[in-house]
């Protein structure tokens, strides 16, 4: 679960002050009409390559309303530079290590979880398999930890070594330090691993007292 505190002021850097929707367009290359079938990666990296160039070549007003934009839209942030790991794509020639596109139902429990945390009530759901709920959960948890201030989110399992266990994939932490791992640094929140990831823990130096931690 996620508990919202009072946000202080908006600041500039980190990209949350009010912004102009116009400013970030031209920023965003997202990925249309994706096969999940037969997924063409190769366009997606080329998409996210080509957006990134755009980001490190816009103003800093332009990137204050491209975070703006993310905060109001998770799903597309996760989408636009989420990745995650499935060893099963080894079967199918597909390197494991792939872009996080959320299929409608992913993106419709993602956008279920906000709505609950926005209006501070609890919800629950069943995990089904081989739909990506951890990943959801953990791509979520890290995306309002690098665009919002002043929240703490937990995680949980039944086993210790399911909600941390440092290399094991399987572990809802080490999963967080890959997600992260693999964000553009200007999306980091300042994050850094090897200081900022301590067992069951994590911190964004950015955000200030917004942090991950077990439950």
């Not at 816009?58 to 060893?87: C, N, Q, V, W």
């Not at 290399?167 to 890959?178: I, N, P, T, V, Y």
Request: aromatic fraction near 12%; charge should be positive.
């Amino acid at each position: 679960p996620a508990r919202h505190r009072a946000e202080p002021s908006p600041d500039p850097v980190r990209g949350d002050a009010p912004a102009q929707p116009q400013d970030f367009r031209s920023l965003r290359l997202a990925v249309i009409d994706f096969d999940w079938k037969n997924p063409d990666y190769a366009e997606v990296y080329r998409r996210r390559t080509e957006s990134l160039t755009r980001i490190r070549a816009a103003s800093a007003r332009e990137l204050i309303s491209l975070k703006a934009f993310y905060r109001d839209h998770i799903p597309d942030f996760i989408s636009d530079f989420g990745m995650t790991y499935d060893p099963r794509l080894a079967r199918r020639d597909i390197p494991p290590v792939v872009p996080f596109i959320l299929f409608p139902r992913q993106r419709e429990w993602v956008e279920w979880l906000i709505g609950h945390w926005r209006a501070g009530t609890p919800g629950l759901s069943d995990k089904s398999r081989d739909v990506g709920f951890s990943w959801l959960a953990v791509a979520t948890g890290c995306s309002l930890a690098t665009l919002f201030d002043g929240i703490t989110i937990g995680f949980g399992s039944r086993l210790e070594d399911l909600v941390d266990q440092t290399g094991d994939m399987k572990s809802l932490f080490e999963k967080a330090r890959f997600f992260m791992d693999k964000l553009p640094i200007e999306f980091r929140a300042g994050w850094v691993r090897k200081r900022d990831a301590p067992f069951k823990r994590m911190f964004f130096p950015d955000r200030k007292s917004t942090r991950l931690n077990s439950s």
